[in-house]
């Protein structure tokens, strides 16, 4: 077989005209692998990707999907990996690749692939890897989160949020829950945070300030930006740190500076892909970690599984953040 089915873009535009269609299987590179795709994730880069506005554009057509489970069907020639290892990994779509994990066939990077244990299901490595990841490398690495921190976590219902929200709480930390609607209010209750805030409908500032002070934050993790970023980054005390995660909202905010300065705020940035090459170690060690979290029952992934024809119905959901946890498509 020299062609495989895939969901594709074929012009730079909404990502509703993304099409089922049969693409050539393609080559790899050294330091790629060709994985067959059992499960993979939808992500609101997908969004982005389709439309032109993701940070690195694929040239047409392409096939979008950031990260997938499945098994390696070909390795370069310094590979750690075999043919038939179960893995999950980040495709090339991150750095303008063009073979992305909607399809039965897709590319990762080598140093972005990990070994995916025998008792963990393809769909729920699919739901772990970025997300948890993403989490805990912003947490860990970026923030030095510490025992008894105070975290606030906007859009904490969302696939990346309850990860961030559940290892918080494994850390030792205290978690104010920021979600947009009563639902999401209401389930997000069941990983225990501290307080959770509709911010659609409650002062965010108002009810934080009164439960633990002023300015009680030490660190504010967003993946929002607009207007919740301007909210969460007046709660942060004196060397508060706020992690920037994603701009969902898509309202990118600017910062003044002379508020960083006088408040002693610090503002990180949380792109782990940039580890691909120079921390590689890192990453996947953490990754061990957290695949052991979940064998040990002290993280729980929320997601729903959809068949591969659902995937651009189910992507609206995504543009609307109407969709609770993560996305999981099985190819």
């Known amino acids: 077989m020299s062609t495989y089915k895939a969901w594709i873009q074929n012009q730079v535009t909404s990502f509703d005209k993304l099409q089922i269609a049969e693409i050539d299987i393609p080559e790899i590179q050294e330091g790629e692998i060709l994985i067959e795709t059992k499960s993979t994730t939808l992500n609101f880069a997908d969004l982005l990707l389709a439309s032109g506005l993701y940070q690195s554009n694929p040239k047409t057509p392409f096939v979008p999907g950031f990260e997938a489970a499945g098994v390696v069907k070909k390795v370069s020639s310094q590979s750690k990996f075999k043919v038939g290892d179960r893995v999950v990994g980040a495709t090339t779509v991150f750095r303008s690749g063009r073979y992305g994990s909607f399809g039965e066939y897709c590319i990762s990077s080598e140093n972005l692939t990990y070994f995916l244990p025998e008792k963990i299901s393809f769909n729920a490595g699919a739901a772990i890897l970025m997300s948890y990841l993403t989490s805990d490398f912003a947490l860990v690495r970026r923030a030095e989160i510490k025992k008894n921190d105070l975290v606030l976590i906007n859009a904490a219902a969302g696939g990346v949020g309850i990860s961030a929200v559940q290892l918080a709480k494994n ?116 990754l061990e970690l957290i695949f052991n979290q979940y064998l040990n029952k002290e993280i729980e992934p929320v997601y729903k599984v959809i068949k591969f024809e659902e995937i651009v119905d189910n992507l609206e959901l995504i543009g609307t953040r109407k969709s609770i946890g993560r996305i999981v498509a099985e190819i």
């Open 171 to 286: 850390y030792g930390a205290k978690v104010i829950a920021a979600v947009g609607s009563d639902v999401k209010k209401e389930f997000i209750n069941k990983f225990n945070p501290d307080l959770v805030i509709n911010y659609q409908k409650e002062n965010i500032k108002e009810i934080v300030e009164q439960k633990f002070g002023k300015r009680p934050v030490d660190i504010f993790y967003d993946q929002v930006g607009g207007e919740m970023y301007e909210s969460g980054i007046k709660l942060l005390k004196s060397e508060g740190k706020a992690l920037i995660v994603g701009f969902a909202s898509g309202n990118i905010p600017s910062q003044l500076l002379s508020y960083l300065l006088v408040k002693n705020i610090t503002v990180m940035g949380v792109f782990m892909i940039d580890f691909e090459s120079n921390n590689k170690n890192y990453l996947s060690d953490r």
